[in-house]
């Protein structure tokens, strides 16, 4: 158990309905990312926060998803009128710094979603 | 172009080093790093090198960094049957919050 908590773990919709993935960072963590992953590849960015600021979105995101972070605590990554396309696992960390100075990201389990 | 390259899959026996490879992007990144991902659960960061740093030793990883061809490698030694898991390698380039992941490098050790 890493911290980070992610709800739920596993969600299955239909094409058209809407889907909310709420995530639970550890309270240090001021700054809060969301990615997601597809089978076979690497973890690819949609969202940074910094407390409740959203201080940058992928390019790739398109205006079906929505992402907040009220009180700079949780977050919710929301998807409007899902696609097939939008079956993947997303993944929430914190960001936090190490001794060394080093920025590092600690992972939930992650919300994996399918798309009937 | 913005893509971070890994090879797909690596095959070891138990006890034996495995070294896996990754071309990161920016030459200015500050830190880059490695990240381990078993079945069904998220990232779990392993190690990272400063880029003023040749090379890291953490237990049985060491970390190699060729800043100047932007070649970044993980060696296991003593590769254990626990070790079978997705590796990432990670970068941060400058001007951007995003850390950037390679397509993962499945290792598989074999008893």
């Known amino acids: 158990d890493t911290g980070v908590s992610q709800d739920p773990r596993h969600k299955i919709t239909k094409r058209g309905q809407n889907v909310t993935f709420r995530c639970d960072p550890i309270?240090?963590?001021?700054?809060l990312y969301w990615y997601r992953q597809t089978l076979g590849q690497g973890p690819e960015f949609l969202t940074y926060?910094?407390?409740?600021?959203?201080?940058?979105k992928s390019r790739l995101l398109s205006d079906r998803f929505s992402a907040e972070r009220p009180k700079g605590s949780f977050s919710t990554l929301e998807i409007q009128r899902t696609e097939q396309g939008d079956s993947a696992m997303y993944l929430c960390?914190?960001?936090?710094?190490?001794?060394?100075?080093?920025?590092?990201?600690?992972f939930g389990a992650g919300s994996r979603l399918t798309v009937l | 172009g913005e893509d971070v390259e890994q090879s797909l899959f690596l095959s070891v026996r138990e006890g034996d080093s495995s070294v896996i490879n990754c071309t990161y992007t920016?030459?200015?990144?500050?830190?880059l790093y490695w990240y381990k991902q078993e079945p069904g659960a998220g990232l779990q960061l392993l190690t990272y090198?400063?880029?003023?740093?040749d090379m890291k030793q953490d237990q049985r990883l060491t970390v190699l960094l060729n800043k100047k061809d932007k070649h970044l490698s993980l060696r296991i030694a003593d590769t254990q049957t626990g070790d079978s898991a997705i590796y990432f390698c990670?970068?941060?380039?400058?001007?951007?919050?995003?850390?950037?992941f390679g397509t993962g490098t499945r290792l598989k050790v074999l008893a």
């Open positions: 960390a914190g960001g936090d710094r190490s001794v060394t100075g080093a920025n590092v990201l600690t």
């Open positions: 309270s240090e963590h001021n700054r």
């Open positions: 926060f910094q407390n409740e600021a959203q201080l940058e």
């Open positions: 920016d030459s200015s990144s500050t830190y």
């Open positions: 090198i400063f880029s003023n740093m």
């Open positions: 990670a970068e941060r380039p400058p001007g951007t919050y995003k850390y950037i």
